[in-house]
Structures are given as structure tokens and as C-alpha cells.
């Protein structure tokens, strides 16, 4: 529905809208990571021509920075950065000041001329080391004995994984056009979800969410990174209030690495016990991530290590470590991808030492239920995912034995790894209206960054109503529409999906009912249940010459439109345990002398549940491919410890993987849907297509070289 739209540039991004008397804001940020404002010179800055002011903390501005109960996206203990409240410097790069004029190039000229000088501090910004937080009690898990078990295992295998610290780097640079009339403020906000913006500025700013509209119709790849709402939001907000205008504010690609999340770095100790036979019979986890000293972030990285393989002892711990940095957030497959590629690999490891194939390894461990819990899986086809790639790839003709294949000067290696991600659902509305003319207008708030939900909604709506695609249409982004959950967490489909679902259901079903009730109709005194809808006409079952369109319909009974609203609410006493699974094979290809490594293939197999858009699938399960190639191989946001500056900010020096990069790709999904996770059978897909990627292609890489790499990403120097 978008992709003309999209490639020929007319979809509007946040920064592309044209807002009536716009000014323009550039935030100046801050050059030390800790330490104090001393003072801030504009003089310069203000005499430029065309600025119109320079606001910060010296201006005292009056936020409200109420607490905000919606914002439960949030981390739980802390407070979110209060802007301008105060002369303390957390982070690197922290907004310092912001710098507002007519033009884009006057506001950026003058953000130049502002001195800031410091009383600065020695910052901490290395998570080796670093002292650790208190733990909140959900950061430790225990069943069984796992001391015990690992004590007297067979076999014991202990090993520390790290990750490096990863930022989003989505095409579209996050923005905000905030405008306000009275009390009431408008804004055009790049983000994953509406009514969270709505709630977070009327909660700084101290008014009614009523009062605050979000609009964000196209959101150019987000990642997670657009879920929480940013200093910079409120700031382009502050400086309309402070100058009277609507204010435009862009972030550059440098500050997209300081005033928005990232993935964070992460230690991942792992001690397993195993039986000879492959049997795992204790895991012990110690997990470190970072995060920022005023906010406590955590993930769901704890949860692969209790559900995934029949272990009976587990222990965990898990750690955040704070940093003179700003806080963390959510990056595709948050935590879960974390937590796998430490337990893939160390399942490879493991499978080496006992000579045990290791797909054969992780059919031993599956758990016929969820362990943590005792749960019924909702589905789990995780043991078909791994035979049906294990066919595709051809698995059964690779030897075992590391550094057993060569292509000239490439030592060529193959490996797999699984991986799972959260069923996630909330509840879910959505506006359906059909209209006197046969057209049908879906609405939700949600926002879409990319996966297709214009179009995998509308195909939805489309045959729940019996229209064509073309006589749909459906708008998004916009926080007065119907209320959507966060487009986040791979639950969109399930949640504004199974909403649109139920709203064309009902309005058929409406149109159908004053059809067979009304004397005049050809339908009249047909059974309900024996009309369909086809092209926008009503006709009975199996006998397409009897009935009526849409049009006539409404026509005939004087009526412009039917409305209604669809709602999904998942049900709340969960009695199954509801997961999407990936198994991934990757062969890759190592340069024996330069350590270089070249992917050559790529197939991921998936258990999403139903599938609504083949080709929108195959779009997110690539794109998780590539994002996971960039995290196993080349993505890492380098910090000079001394001043807690980011070395590569930047698309330049920031290694994201090209084309060039990039081989043969494949995904397969497993037909058929989830009867239990909503009514239309999805279980989400956006997440688990990028989790076990990492994992894959460093078993992989064992196997090419005989070398085991255990951080990310693995460089040429760890293989020379
Ligand atoms: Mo996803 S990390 O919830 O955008």
C-alpha cells in the first residue's frame, strides 16, 4: 500500500512536514560525560541574524515532569532525564542547550557559536569492571540445585560471552515538529507509538493528554529506538512554548548516539552441566548489562535461560552496571537475542566436546512444556524448524570436524543455532466505516516503521469485509485515532490486527443482518450465516445471482455509512505458555590469512503462526538477517573510556553490513497458525527473524577455522 508512496518520496517523514510559520531548533550537547555546567555564553549565538533565543537550564524552564503510570515501557526504577532542570552533565553528548532561529542553517551556525564551559569529572563508561546495582528481586531465578547438579554433571563446560554495545541506526533521523495552540500542543514525532509520546509530553509538560495530539504516519525504521520518548521531544516542545512558533527539531546522525537508546554491552558468563549423553542438566547464568546512572534499564534477557531447553537446575543472576552514559533501550530481539547467542554458542561448544551433532543436541534438551512454568506451549514446532532446515541446507553433508573444508585461501564452515521470542498481545481497537459508496476506512493509532502494516492490515480488512485492497482504506499514526499498544515487541499484527479482524466482522455481519431483514432486499429471509461477501457484494452462498452490493444496501436504507469498533483483549489468565521460534543455518567463508569473514549463505526457518503477507514476511525475516550479520560481524559503538566520547558516531565509521555483504538469503515458515495466542493466529514475526543469527554464524566460524570467538562482533584481529 506504502511502497509507491515510500520509494518515489512522497510518504512524509516527520522532518518532511510542512508546518505554517516553522522554525528550527539545534540542540547543542554536551562535550564531557560528567560534571557540571558552568556557564553558557550566547552572546555570540544570539547576534547572529535570525535567532530568536537560546534556552537552557539558565532560562529555569517550568516543566512538570510528572510521574507518568502509562510510560510502563519505562525502566522501573530511576527517573528519566529532566531536561534543562539542573547544571549536571550525566552522559556524553547530553543536550546542554538548544539553539532556535528562522532558518535551519542560522539555528545550526549559532548552536556553533554557544560556549558551554564545564567543571568536569572523571567518567566511568566501561562495563568490565564496573561496579554493579543492587538487584531488584526479578533479577535472580533459581529452580532445582544448580550448584549441586553442576557439581556432580558429567560434563562441565564454563565460558563468558560479551556483546558489544549497539545502536539502532535507522535510516530516519529521529525528529519532533511540536506546535502549540493555547494549552494544547500538536507534534509530528517520529515514533513506534503514539499515545506513549501523548502521555510522556503531557506528563512533562503537566496538562490533560487530551490536550496533546501525536502524528506520525511514516516512520522510516526504528528498531525499538522509537519506543520511549526522548529528551528531544520535549525540548522541540519547550522551545515552541518558550518562542511562540511551531519548532522543527532533527537530530543530526552524531546525536542519534546520545539522545536516544542503544543496545546495550553486555557480559554473559554461562556455566552448564551436561550428562555424556547431551542431556543439560544445570545452567548457571550471570548476566552484566549496562545502563545509565539515573535509570535502571533491564530486558527480557533472562527468559531464553528458563524456557527454552528442559534444564532442571537453573540459577540466574542478572546485573545492570551503571554508567556515566545515557540510558539504554529496547533493540530488535531485545535481550532474547542477548541471552541466545550466549546459550547457541555455548550449545555448540558443548556439542563439540561430546561429539554430538548440534541440531541431535537440541532435539535431547527440548521440554515437551514450558519449564518455568509447567505451561502447555500454545504451539512449539521448534523440533520441525530444526528438521526442515537441516533438509534445506543440506546439513547432513557437512563433517563435523572444524577446518575441514576449503575454497582456496577460504576455510569454509557451516553452523545453526535456535532461537525464540515473547508471544506478545495487548489490547487493541480500531475504527471500521463503511461508507455509502462501498469504500471501507480502518483506523488505530499505531504507528508503523516499516514492516508493512498499512498493507498486511489492510489485506485483513479487506477480506474480513469482502472488498477489494483497493476499495480499503487504512490510516495509522495518529494518537486520536482508536487506541493500538506500542508497535513494538512483534505484537502488532496480533493485537491492532485481531482489533481490524473483529471490527470488519461485526460491520459484515451488520450489513449482512439488515440485508436478510429488509423486505426489499434480494436477500431478504436468507439465513445470515448463508451470505458472503465478495467484491463489495452481498450474495448467498454458492448462488452469486442472488443479492446486493454495499451501495445498494446503504442506498436503499438512506444510511451514509456503518461504523464500528473492533477490540482484541488478550486473555489475562494465561494458560499457555506462547513463544515464535527461529532455527538459523549459515555458512560462512573465513580468509585463512586476513581473518576476513564473508557470509556465503543464510536460511532461517520459522514458527511464527500464521503468516497474513508472504512477500512483508520475507521483507522483516531478511531484514532480521541482516541486522543479526551486522551484530555478529561488524556492528560496534566504540567509547574513548577517557572522556566517554563515542568514537564512531556516525554512519561513516559505524559498520552496518552493505549488499556487498550479503549472500544468499532464505526464509521458510512453517504453515499454520497459533489457535490460541488471537484470533487470527499470529504469533510474531519482526523479533525472532534476528534471534540465533549471531549465534549461527559464530558456530559458523568455529567450524570454518577451528577458532571460537566468544564476543561480538566477531573482527579480523580474533581470527589472525
Ligand atoms: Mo522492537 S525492539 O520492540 O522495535
Known sequence: MDGRLKVTGQAEYTADHDIDGVVHAVIVDSTIARGRVTGIDARAANAQRGVLGVISHLDKPKLAYRENQGAWLDPSVGERLHVFQDDRVRFFGQPVAVVVARTLEAAQHAADLVKVSYDAEKPSTDLTGAPENDPLPQQNYARGKPEEALA????????????????????????????????????????????????????????????????????????????????????????????????????????????????????????????????????????????????????????????????????????????????????????????????????????????????????????????????????????????????????????????????????????????????????SEARVRLESDGTALVQASTSDMGPGTYTSVTQLAADALGLTMRTVRFELGDSTFAPSPPHGGSQTMAGVGSAVQDGCDKLRQEAIKLAVEDERSPLHGVDAGDVVVRGGRLHVQGNPARGETYRQLLARHGRTHLETRGTFTPAGDDRYSMYAYSAVFAEVAVDRRLGLVRMRRMLGVYDVGRIISPKLADSQALGGMVGGIGGALLEHTVTDHRDGRIVNAGLADYLVPVNADIPDLRAVYLDGKDPHADPIGVKGLGEVVQIGVGPAIANAVFHATGRRVRDLPITAEALL
Not at 211 to 221: A, D, E, L
Not at 297 to 311: D, I, S
Open 152 to 427: 556432580s554433571a558429567e560434563v562441565r563446560l564454563e565460558r563468558t560471552y560479551r556483546l558489544a554495545r549497539n545502536h539502532h541506526n535507522a535510516m530516519e533521523p529521529h525528529a519532533t515538529i511540536a506546535r502549540w495552540d493555547g494549552d494544547k500542543l500538536t507534534v509530528w514525532d517520529k515514533t513506534q507509538w503514539t499515545l506513549g509520546a501523548q502521555g510522556e509530553l503531557a506528563a512533562v509538560f503537566g496538562i490533560p493528554s487530551e490536550n496533546v495530539r501525536v502524528i506520525s504516519p511514516f516512520v522510516g525504521g526504528a528498531f525499538g529506538n522509537a519506543l520511549r520518548t526522548w529528551p528531544h521531544s520535549t525540548l522541540a516542545a519547550l522551545a515552541a512554548r518558550a518562542i511562540g512558533r511551531p519548532v522543527k527539531l532533527l537530530l543530526t546522525r552524531e546525536q542519534l548516539y546520545y539522545g536516544v537508546g542503544f543496545r546495550p554491552a553486555y557480559e554473559y558468563g554461562l556455566r552448564l552441566g551436561s550428562t555424556r549423553s547431551g542431556r543439560l542438566t544445570a545452567a548457571v547464568h550471570r548476566v552484566r548489562g549496562e545502563t545509565s546512572r539515573y535509570e535502571q534499564f533491564t530486558e527480557g534477557v533472562m527468559v531464553p535461560g528458563q524456557m527454552h531447553y528442559a534444564t532442571p537446575h537453573v540459577r540466574q543472576a542478572y546485573r545492570t552496571v551503571p554508567l556515566d552514559v545515557n540510558t539504554p533501550t529496547f533493540m530488535r530481539g531485545p535481550g532474547y537475542s542477548t541471552a541466545v547467542f550466549a546459550m547457541e554458542s555455548a550449545l555448540d561448544e558443548l556439542a563439540h566436546e561430546l561429539g554430538v551433532d548440534p541440531i541431535e543436541l537440541r532435539l535431547r534438551n527440548e521440554p515437551e512444556e514450558d519449564p518455568s512454568n509447567g505451561l502447555p506451549f500454545s504451539t512449539r514446532r521448534l523440533r520441525e524448524c530444526l528438521r526442515v532446515g537441516a533438509r534445506e541446507f543440506g546439513w547432513h553433508r557437512r563433517n563435523p570436524r572444524p577446518r575441514s573444508r576449503r575454497d582456496g585461501d577460504w576455510l569454509i564452515g557451516t553452523g545453526m543455532a535456535s532461537g525464540v521470542y515473547d508471544t506478545l498481545r495487548m489490547r
